[in-house]
Structures are given as structure tokens and as C-alpha cells.
């Protein structure tokens, strides 16, 4: 079945740790995005993608960084992770628009990052 | 710049009661428009869009919404509320003539539904 995975869906851990949240999906879209939700639940977009070896900084300036050297997988990484870090990571992807009817985005269940 | 407004934090509405969340929209050119579902420590999910056509579109879980193109509106609603629509509810635009597909979500609107 077609779908979006985050994995973990909880982390605990420490400051000054590196760590990566991984996203995998099996739809064969193009774009895919990282958006980091507020304990408030405003969503801001951090990282998007168009496609392989293709990646943006998103309209909220983050610390992370994201890789896209394949098309099913967008990791996010933070080098030293700090408690200004914690929140929801939600990852999701969309087809390019060879018809503009398929251009709503799927998202995956998200990672809840806790820095200590 | 695009931006999406949704003006209520909180909608409350007892069961079986018609709903409404409220969304209105700033953007250049013609609009692509989304509604997305959130349940606790969950992604969000796509309930319905507006691309073209007909202003009233229908959604999953009996959901629909209207576009208003004078009013900048796309608001969402249900003609009977049921307890397992609360949840929080996103609404988002894209500029049609947008090449970075980038999706503008509002601050969202939690829906309680009291039994």
C-alpha cells in the first residue's frame, strides 16, 4: 500500500547529540517537505524538495538539514541537538502536477523530538 | 505573499448540530485550497481541496466546503457534527501559479464536539 513513513514517532535525548529522522515514502512523488509543529499547533515549513539531489530551505530558518539522494527517502539530521529543538516533525510529499488534480500532500504520522 | 487566516482557536458544537470552521485566504492568482484533519499525536490528513469547477466540494467523513472567491473564504463544514470530529483542522493554500508547490497552512482551528 502507497504510504509515508516517519520514523521514530518518539525520541527522547540528550543536548549535544546527533540525530536523524527519517522519512520514506513508497508513492513515487516528487516533492516532499518538513514541517515542524509548535506545542501551539502552528505548522511551519523547514525543508522541501523537488526531487533528487534537490533540496530548499523552507520559510522557518531551522538548524536541521535534509538530503535527498533518493527519491522514496527525505532524512532530516540535526548535528547537535538542543531543548529549543523539541517539537513535532511532520514529513510529507505530493506528486509533481502532470495533472493539477493530484496536488494535495500526504503526511506521515510525525516524529515527537524531546530534547533534555 | 500567500497567508491563510483561520480567526477561531476553539469551535465548539454539540452533536448533531450543522458545524463551520472559518478560513480566508491571501494569494496571487487563482488558489489552490486544502482542508487537513489532525487527531492527537497524529500526521494530518487530507480531507478535501478546491482546484477548479464547482464552488462546493465534498470531502471524506461527510465533510465539505465552500469557495468563496469574492470573499476569500473556504470554510468548512458538516451538516451534522458527530463526537469523533473532534480534532484539529488545518486549512492551507497554494498560489496556482506557484513553482515551489509550497503548502501555506493556517494556525488551525480545534473542532470539540460535546456529546
Known amino acids: 500500500e502507497a504510504d509515508i513513513y516517519q520514523t521514530p514517532r518518539y525520541l527522547v535525548i540528550g543536548t549535544g547529540k546527533k540525530i536523524t529522522l527519517e522519512c520514506s515514502q513508497t508513492?513515487?512523488?516528487?516533492?516532499m517537505y518538513w514541517y515542524q509543529q509548535d506545542p501551539g499547533m502552528e505548522l511551519h515549513l523547514i525543508h522541501y524538495?523537488?526531487?533528487?539531489?534537490?533540496?530548499e530551505k523552507g520559510d522557518l530558518s531551522s538548524e536541521s538539514t535534509v538530503s535527498r539522494i533518493r527519491t522514496e527517502h527525505f532524512p532530516l539530521t540535526l548535528e547537535s541537538a538542543r531543548p529549543s529543538h523539541t517539537s513535532q516533525y511532520l514529513c510529507?510529499?505530493?506528486?509533481?502536477?502532470?495533472?493539477?488534480?493530484?496536488?494535495?500532500?500526504?503526511f506521515g504520522q510525525g516524529t515527537r523530538l524531546t530534547v533534555v | 505573499a500567500q497567508s491563510v487566516a483561520q480567526p477561531e482557536d476553539q469551535v465548539n458544537v454539540a452533536e448533531g448540530n450543522p458545524l463551520t470552521v472559518k478560513c480566508t485566504y491571501s494569494?496571487?492568482?487563482?488558489?489552490?485550497l486544502f482542508w487537513y484533519v489532525q487527531y492527537p499525536n497524529r500526521g494530518l490528513q487530507f480531507l478535501l481541496k478546491?482546484?477548479?469547477?464547482?464552488?462546493l466540494v465534498k470531502g471524506s467523513y461527510g465533510f465539505e466546503a465552500e469557495f468563496n472567491k469574492s470573499q476569500t473564504s473556504f470554510h468548512l463544514k458538516k451538516p451534522s457534527a458527530l463526537v469523533s470530529d473532534s480534532a484539529l483542522y488545518f486549512c492551507?493554500?497554494?498560489?496556482?501559479?506557484?513553482?515551489?508547490?509550497?503548502?501555506?497552512f493556517g494556525s488551525g482551528t480545534r473542532l470539540l464536539v460535546r456529546p
Open positions: 492551507a493554500v497554494r498560489a496556482a501559479m506557484d513553482s515551489s508547490y509550497k503548502l501555506i
Open positions: 510529507a510529499s505530493s506528486a509533481l502536477e502532470g495533472s493539477v488534480m493530484n496536488t494535495e500532500a500526504f
Open positions: 478546491y482546484i477548479t469547477g464547482d464552488n
Open positions: 508513492m513515487g512523488h516528487d516533492k
Open positions: 524538495s523537488y526531487g533528487v539531489n534537490s533540496t
Open positions: 494569494v496571487s492568482g487563482n488558489p489552490y
